[in-house]
């Protein structure tokens, strides 16, 4: 059982930056993919970025690489969304998700019905 909590959220205008935290427990941490996802009012919830547990594999949405970058700290159990150059359309809830260690391609990595542990979401707003 993987049990997430998110937070760093907030208003930003755009350029702007954020970083959003993802604190975890559970002592099998280092072995789970990580995931970012986000949902805007009315519209389905998406994959942002991902990092599987051999950290090199890291996957990002066409929307936001380049932009974002997602990392991960085993020693804290937690895992890390840096955003930059922030836009309007990066308004949205922000989520934190936890995948079983088997879970490591990209096609799993980037689907949100993969992961079966969500954090609370976190707020980011991005003015014009």
């Known amino acids: 059982q993987v049990q997430l909590v998110e937070s760093g959220g907030g208003l930003v205008q755009a350029g702007g930056s954020l970083r959003l935290s993802c604190a975890a427990s559970?002592?099998?941490?280092?072995?789970?993919?990580m995931g970012w996802f986000r949902q805007a009012p009315g519209k389905e919830r998406e994959f942002v970025a991902a990092?599987?547990?051999?950290?090199?594999?890291?996957y990002y949405a066409d929307s936001v690489k380049g932009r974002f970058t997602i990392s991960r700290d085993n020693a804290q159990n937690s895992v890390y969304l840096q955003m930059n150059s922030l836009k309007p359309e990066d308004t949205a809830v922000y989520y934190c998700?936890?995948?079983?260690?088997?879970?490591?391609?990209?096609?799993?990595?980037?689907?949100?019905?993969?992961?079966?542990?969500w954090g609370q979401g976190t707020q980011v707003t991005v003015s014009s």
């Open positions: 990092n599987a547990w051999r950290s090199s594999n890291t």
């Open positions: 559970g002592r099998t941490f280092s072995s789970y993919g």
């Open positions: 998700a936890a995948a079983p260690p088997a879970t490591q391609t990209m096609a799993r990595m980037t689907n949100k019905f993969e992961y079966p542990y």
